[in-house]
């Protein structure tokens, strides 16, 4: 998902749509805002579907005035996959003795279920089946005496992966877990603005200058032009998502003060060290692997080459919920250059292979248009397990390479070579020279090592396997 807010600024939905506009990819199922205007009160509006097909509208804009406001762009992992109800869609909302707050969570709580059980005994009334909704109840719970404090008490009960934007009347709030899986950045706009966004490409959008990340672990409170931050958890060693250097973020962001599109251009010069073939061209399955693509291409002196075009009016394969249509998706979406793919020996380059189906029709397509070899190189090592942090991959038995070698892989794809990026290569891209240090790993990487940073006590309940 995607979380933007801002404050201190006229207009403050405005600001808030055109950030979540360059949040999309983070999240297309639905989209909602809440702000704040002293005469009007809280007001929201939420929607399925993409923010400029929603939050373009004069009607619905008008809707939402203030100077203060968050935003949430949807894509669902835990809770109702695929068959969202609008009562899932966030930002939620919680009336308190203090006065109104919304809360955006981009994240995945991993002890929500043991957490609603507890707070429904207890007597809260759940308006929805999303794990955030836990964080409203919990503030409820509490008896601190301010909004900020409250959402203290209640994030230092919740486990797994947060970045929350969260708002009362005058304030607003951002607060990333303590190993900091997902990103969370603060922006300055104009005079007196501030700006919380997931990524810095919603930043360049709103014309806002980037200040710093919010810290793993760090809570900020920004009201009257003043930031003021704490740490209100126990710290810990931070365990940023790799796969946001790999494929979620967008390749314009830093994180972490690096350049996504410098590190997936570096992952595919690694893997032209790593896996290099004798081949005429090296073409990117687009848009995700295109910047390793390039980077493959340089570091090997095979020439790059477009040999797969995207319809840029779909969205994300991934991010669509059914296995149908995420079937159906790939030829709505790509097709094959023929002229320039005809006789021609082909390096492939995508940031991931998960169950494989995307890759095999590809490869069909590409045969198909004559290619007279296809190599696979993959910017990501095999996807072995699940994410439990908030990115959609699918149960073990759908992962392919959770069942089968690379060589079995290679076989069942019909492709003429398949190699994947070592961790080691991963890490030396994202920018750690001495690759992964298997005692204190920089990064979380668990979709690849099933190393998990944060116990997922609910999956193990349910029967998960570590
Ligand atoms: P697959 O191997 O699953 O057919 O598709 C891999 C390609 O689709 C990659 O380009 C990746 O970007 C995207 N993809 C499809 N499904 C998923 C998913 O569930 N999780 C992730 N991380 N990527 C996916
Ligand atoms: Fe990111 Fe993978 Fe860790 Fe999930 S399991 S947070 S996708 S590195
Ligand atoms: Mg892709």
Same mark, same amino acid.
Request: hydrophobic share 40%.
């Given at each position: 998902? &995607?979380? =933007?807010?801002?404050? %201190?600024? *006229?207009? /403050?939905? @405005?600001?808030?749509?055109?950030?979540?506009? +360059? !949040?999309?990819?983070?999240?297309?199922?639905?989209?909602?805002?809440?702000?704040?205007?002293?005469?009007?009160?809280?007001?929201?509006?939420?929607?399925?579907?993409?923010?400029?097909?929603?939050?373009?509208?004069?009607?619905?804009?008008?809707?939402?005035?203030?100077?203060?406001?968050?935003?949430?762009?949807?894509?669902?992992?835990?809770?109702?996959?695929?068959?969202?109800?609008?009562?899932?869609?966030?930002?939620?909302? &919680?009336? =308190?003795?203090?006065? %109104?707050? *919304?809360? /955006?969570? @981009?994240?995945?709580?991993?002890?929500?279920? +043991? !957490?609603?059980?507890?707070?429904?005994?207890?007597?809260?009334?759940?308006?929805?089946?999303?794990?955030?909704?836990?964080?409203?109840?919990?503030?409820?719970?509490?008896?601190?005496?301010?909004?900020?404090?409250?959402?203290?008490?209640?994030?230092?009960?919740?486990?797994?992966?947060?970045?929350?934007?969260?708002?009362?009347?005058?304030?607003?709030?951002?607060?990333?877990?303590?190993?900091?899986?997902?990103?969370?950045?603060?922006?300055?706009?104009?005079?007196?603005?501030?700006?919380?966004?997931?990524?810095?490409?919603?930043?360049?959008?709103?014309?806002?200058?980037?200040?710093?990340?919010?810290?793993?672990?760090?809570?900020?409170?920004?009201?009257?032009?003043?930031?003021?931050?704490?740490?209100?958890?126990?710290?810990?060693?931070?365990?940023?998502?790799?796969?946001?250097?790999?494929?979620?973020?967008?390749?314009?962001?830093?994180?972490?003060?690096?350049?996504?599109?410098?590190?997936?251009?570096?992952?595919?010069?690694?893997?032209?060290?790593?896996?290099?073939?004798?081949?005429?061209?090296?073409?990117?399955?687009?848009?995700?692997?295109?910047?390793?693509?390039?980077?493959?291409?340089?570091?090997?002196?095979?020439?790059?080459?477009?040999?797969?075009?995207?319809?840029?009016?779909?969205?994300?394969?991934?991010?669509?919920?059914?296995?149908?249509?995420?079937?159906?998706?790939?030829?709505?979406?790509?097709?094959?250059?023929?002229?320039?793919?005809?006789?021609?020996?082909?390096?492939?380059?995508?940031?991931?292979?998960?169950?494989?189906?995307?890759?095999?029709?590809?490869?069909?397509?590409?045969?198909?248009?004559?290619?007279?070899?296809?190599?696979?190189?993959?910017?990501?090592?095999?996807?072995?397990?699940?994410?439990?942090?908030?990115?959609?991959?699918?149960?073990?038995?759908?992962?392919?390479?959770?069942?089968?070698?690379?060589?079995?892989?290679?076989?069942?794809?019909?492709?003429?070579?398949?190699?994947?990026?070592?961790?080691?290569?991963?890490?030396?891209?994202?920018?750690?020279?001495?690759?992964?240090?298997?005692?204190?790993?920089?990064?979380?990487?668990?979709?690849?090592?099933?190393?998990?940073?944060?116990?997922?006590?609910?999956?193990?309940?349910?029967?998960?396997?570590?």
């Amino acid at each position: 998902c &995607g979380v =933007f807010g801002v404050v %201190g600024v *006229a207009d /403050a939905a @405005n600001f808030i749509a055109l950030g979540l506009h +360059a !949040l999309q990819h983070r999240g297309q199922e639905a989209g909602g805002i809440v702000t704040y205007d002293a005469e009007a009160g809280f007001q929201s509006a939420r929607r399925f579907g993409y923010v400029r097909d929603n939050f373009t509208s004069q009607k619905v804009m008008e809707t939402l005035p203030g100077e203060i406001g968050i935003g949430h762009v949807r894509y669902s992992t835990a809770g109702s996959k695929g068959n969202t109800a609008i009562r899932d869609v966030q930002p939620f909302f &919680g009336e =308190f003795s203090m006065g %109104g707050a *919304a809360i /955006a969570h @981009n994240g995945n709580i991993t002890n929500a279920d +043991a !957490l609603r059980r507890e707070l429904i005994d207890r007597g809260s009334i759940f308006q929805s089946s999303s794990d955030s909704e836990c964080i409203i109840h919990l503030m409820a719970r509490s008896l601190q005496r301010n909004i900020p404090e409250r959402m203290k008490d209640a994030l230092r009960r919740v486990e797994g992966a947060f970045s929350v934007v969260a708002m009362t009347r005058t304030k607003l709030v951002g607060v990333r877990d303590p190993r900091g899986v997902r990103p969370l950045v603060l922006g300055k706009v104009g005079e007196n603005g501030y700006a919380l966004s997931s990524e810095t490409c919603a930043l360049d959008i709103i014309g806002a200058e980037f200040v710093r990340e919010i810290e793993p672990g760090e809570m900020v409170v920004i009201s009257e032009g003043q930031v003021v931050s704490s740490k209100p958890f126990e710290q810990m060693a931070s365990r940023f998502c790799i796969f946001e250097h790999v494929y979620f973020s967008r390749p314009d962001s830093i994180l972490g003060g690096r350049s996504v599109y410098e590190t997936r251009r570096q992952i595919g010069v690694e893997l032209a060290r790593e896996a290099p073939v004798e081949a005429d061209l090296v073409c990117p399955v687009p848009d995700s692997g295109t910047p390793a693509a390039i980077g493959f291409s340089h570091e090997s002196g095979i020439p790059y080459g477009m040999g797969i075009i995207r319809n840029q009016y779909m969205g994300r394969t991934f991010i669509e919920p059914s296995e149908q249509i995420r079937n159906m998706g790939v030829r709505l979406k790509l097709n094959v250059n023929r002229a320039l793919i005809r006789g021609k020996r082909i390096i492939l380059v995508d940031d991931s292979v998960v169950r494989g189906t995307t890759s095999q029709k590809i490869k069909d397509m590409l045969l198909d248009a004559g290619a007279a070899e296809v190599h696979f190189r993959i910017a990501s090592p095999p996807t072995m397990w699940p994410c439990f942090y908030g990115v959609d991959t699918p149960d073990r038995d759908k992962l392919l390479a959770a069942h089968m070698s690379i060589e079995q892989m290679r076989a069942h794809l019909g492709v003429d070579s398949l190699q994947f990026i070592t961790l080691d290569g991963l890490y030396r891209a994202a920018g750690v020279a001495e690759g992964r240090d298997a005692t204190a790993p920089r990064y979380c990487d668990a979709c690849f090592s099933g190393e998990y940073p944060v116990v997922p006590t609910d999956m193990i309940a349910k029967g998960f396997k570590l």
